[in-house]
């Protein structure tokens, strides 16, 4: 039995235009996704037949595909979440107060800079990755990271709650070769109601991820 799902998205096709056409969510999330989805239960299969067998000579392989497809399914799973077609603006909690705004104000100096720099982090990836705003539990702090591929560069224990692909199928139908047009044109549509949700269960899980001696 698989272990991992496609998740239906939370809105229709057309939903985010007119920044992402209806035709690109539906080949990125049925078929992108899809893949990532079907990789990472073949590569579980694959592992489960080499533990049986004792044979371990594509252990390295087999390892870096469970990371590359399992990561791309979770990180696609947040993507779908954190838009909406009446996304936007600056960030506010679902009550209408500003612990995340507060959160971004305090790590970057503003929303600002803090807007400036996953922009720039998302469109200047080298190849194909992600822009991600994430908690990281031992500050406390919000970072950006670059994330390559699905898995690099990343501090181990941060959690990503806001996630820009800049992968080219993410884009490439619409902006073509002008990924910084496509960041720019995201903002639009980040639903921060969710990202808040996001950093309020980061920072409940950071207390039991670290454990001081």
Do not use: C
């Not at 239906?8 to 989805?37: N, Q, R």
């Amino acid at each position: 039995m698989a272990t991992y799902s496609l998740p239906e998205l939370p809105y229709d096709y057309s939903s985010l235009e007119p920044v992402i056409t209806g035709e690109i969510i539906e080949l990125h999330h049925d078929k992108h996704h899809a893949a990532y989805v079907k990789g990472a239960n073949d590569t579980l299969e694959q592992l489960a037949e080499a533990r049986d067998k004792d044979s371990w000579g594509a252990i390295n392989g087999l390892e870096k595909n469970l990371a590359f497809h399992l990561s791309g399914h979770i990180l696609h799973s947040i993507y779908w979440q954190n838009m909406t077609g009446d996304g936007g603006g600056e960030p506010l909690d679902k009550d209408g107060t500003g612990e995340l705004a507060d959160a971004i104000a305090e790590s970057f100096g503003s929303f600002a800079k803090f807007k400036a720099q996953l922009t720039k982090a998302s469109a200047t990836t080298q190849g194909s990755g992600w822009g991600v705003l994430a908690y990281e539990p031992v500050s406390g702090r919000l970072i950006v990271e670059q994330v390559y591929d699905h898995q690099g560069n990343v501090g181990q224990g941060s959690v990503p709650i806001l996630v820009f692909d800049a992968w080219e199928h993410a884009f490439y139908l619409q902006y073509r070769n002008q990924k910084v047009d496509f960041i720019d044109a995201m903002w639009a549509v980040v639903n921060w109601q969710d990202v808040s949700a996001r950093y309020s269960a980061a920072k409940q899980r950071a207390n039991s991820l670290i454990i001081a001696p």
